[in-house]
T-cell receptor
Framework: GAGVSQTPSNKVTEKGKYVELRCDPI?????LYWYRQSLGQGPEFLIY????????DSGLPNDRFFAVRPEGSVSTLKIQRTERGDSAVYLC????????????FGSGTRLTVV | GENVEQHPSTLSVQEGDSAVIKCTYS??????FPWYKQELGKRPQLIID?????GEKKDQRIAVTLNKTAKHFSLHITETQPEDSAVYFC?????????FGQGTELSVKP
């Protein structure tokens, strides 16, 4: 596609529920990144993929968070047993090659846990 | 790991004045430094970047400078306009990913 697409744009869920956030990167971009942005803060790194494999998942806050990219294109961020502190905008970005080019960000998914 | 500090957190200037935002980073292995502009409710957008083999880069009213020895880099916006009002983020690359600063909210008053 022309840009990075994220769905849904907004998600409201109850505490304790499971959610999935989807990212469709720019075609041909091999590197895909997930970030979390809380109000008034910079994007906080969660995980990045180079192709199908997670090259670095050091930013995932705990084992309730998991992400996959089974075919090297679309990625899904999965959050189990959601907590109110998980509320944030989850940003996905892609780049042609990791580490040496600027990212193109998606519009994000605003997750609200009530 | 890499740590990026950004100052100031807020900056207010009169239209036509210059604005400077500064960032420092901790890991000397970082070699790529982009700047992003984020308007309210929108995605961050890349506005300029610099690589470690270059000391300065300009694009119209925007320039970035890099001092690798001191591990700091700065964004300079000249002849500011109200549409420059936004939050600006610096970032540094390390081990394939970008680490972002905390952001600077720039307000340009007409």
């Amino acid at each position: 596609g022309a840009g990075v697409s994220q769905t849904p744009s907004n998600k409201v869920t109850e505490k304790g529920k499971y959610v999935e956030l989807r990212c469709d990167p720019i075609s041909g971009h091999t590197a895909l990144y997930w970030y979390r942005q809380s109000l008034g803060q910079g994007p906080e790194f969660l995980i990045y993929f180079q192709g199908t494999g997670a090259a670095d998942d050091s930013g995932l806050p705990n084992d309730r968070f998991f992400a996959v990219r089974p075919e090297g294109s679309v990625s899904t961020l999965k959050i189990q047993r959601t907590e109110r502190g998980d509320s944030a905008v989850y940003l996905c970005a892609s780049s042609l090659k990791s580490g040496v080019y600027g990212y193109t960000f998606g519009s994000g998914t605003r997750l609200t846990v009530v | 790991g890499e740590n990026v500090e950004q100052h100031p957190s807020t900056l207010s200037v009169q239209e036509g004045d210059s604005a400077v935002i500064k960032c420092t980073y901790s890991d000397s292995a970082s070699n790529y430094f982009p700047w992003y502009k984020q308007e309210l409710g929108k995605r961050p957008q890349l506005i300029i970047d610099i690589r470690s083999n270059v000391g300065e880069k300009k694009d119209q009213r925007i320039a970035v400078t890099l001092n690798k020895t001191a591990k700091h880099f700065s964004l300079h916006i000249t002849e500011t306009q109200p549409e420059d009002s936004a939050v600006y983020f610096c970032a540094a690359s390390i081990e394939g990913k970008l680490i972002f600063g905390q952001g600077t909210e720039l307000s340009v008053k007409p």
